[in-house]
């Protein structure tokens, strides 16, 4: 199987926008989001001769291996890989075990990529979904540019997610890392087998590609600005990180059935049980990815409005 989906070279120049789907194996509609997207790109110049892309769009599949087996991953959680110290420890190592496998291929995929196009910005686009249902969101890191591109997206955006985690896709594109400017947005768009997490992960790309100024507002259709602002209505516009619940080894968690995204929950809720007993919401606040899969490191993520 190939890693990458497929590449769209504009007529000018502009920014590259870097979209990965399946970075968790078990979450295939980002693929066939950036799969779709790159059809009606190619079609768009037949039905409308005055569609001009600005710089590229490159699709890529994440973890490629758990991909191919429907798993989330292999060995290793792939998005709590990428830290420098890793992809550093790479070259030294002998022998590879598939996730870093992937993170080798993908950094330099990456890397090849902005040599080739050296493009006026980079924007990494990270497709995922959730156990859970009832809500899309983006994660962004703490910098204007990654927030600005992910207000346009129009699903809310939460804050402080970044703070909880280690070794995501977020912590590692940033323009620091990759010495070029660059801003980087995961986007949740729904449930793991809801076909329309598809439409959503498309219609996200799409504002992407306006607010990036790659296509012309006049080019884009508004029912992707509808089909978001639709799914979002009553959520936050802005949430940020109040905490999240770790899961260790051997705590045999089980997630209390019927949570979804930006449930509201209350102090003292009992919201999962592990071999310690009964896990109760530490404040008021609204769920975030109640962990309905086995595997995880994380429980829960419990957040307010901003
Ligand atoms: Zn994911």
């Known amino acids: 199987m190939n890693r990458v989906i497929g590449e769209y070279i504009g007529t000018v120049g502009g920014p590259l926008l870097i979209i990965f789907g399946a970075m968790h194996g078990n979450e295939p509609a980002g693929v066939r989001a950036i799969d779709l997207t790159l059809k009606m790109l190619e079609v768009e110049p037949i039905k409308n001769p ?23 991953f292999i060995n290793r959680d792939l998005n709590r890989c990428w830290t420098k110290q890793n992809i550093d420890g790479l070259t030294k190592k002998e022998k590879l075990n598939e996730e870093e496998v992937e993170l080798r291929e993908l ?3 990456v890397r090849k990529s902005i040599i080739k196009h050296q493009p006026s910005e980079v924007v990494f686009l990270d497709l995922h979904t959730t156990s859970s249902d009832g809500g899309i969101f983006s994660i962004v890191g703490d910098d204007e540019r990654s927030l600005e591109i992910a207000r346009e997206i129009y699903a809310p955006v939460v804050l402080g997610m970044l703070e ?14 990759l010495n070029y400017k660059a801003s980087a947005i995961t986007f949740e768009s729904g449930q793991h087998e809801d076909p329309l997490s598809v439409n959503r992960a498309v219609a996200a790309i799409i504002n992407c590609m306006r607010t990036i100024a790659s296509v012309k507002d006049t080019d884009v259709e508004n029912q992707h600005d509808s089909i978001l602002q639709q799914y979002s209505q009553n959520l936050p516009e802005v949430a940020r990180l109040l905490y999240k619940h770790n899961i260790e080894i051997g705590d045999d968690f089980r997630m209390s059935p019927g949570y979804h995204n930006f449930q509201k929950v209350e102090n003292g809720e009992v919201l999962a049980k592990d071999i310690n007993g009964d896990i109760k919401s530490k404040s008021d606040g609204m769920i975030l990815m109640p962990l309905y899969q086995k595997k995880g490191e994380d429980g829960f993520f419990i957040i307010k409005d901003e």
């Open 50 to 72: 005055s569609f001009e892309y600005k710089g590229v769009m490159l699709g890529l599949i994440g973890n490629v291996a758990a991909y191919k087996r429907k798993d989330r």
């Open 107 to 109: 950094n330099e995929i």
């Open 164 to 177: 909880g985690l280690r070794g995501t896709t977020l912590h590692y594109f940033t323009a620091a890392n």
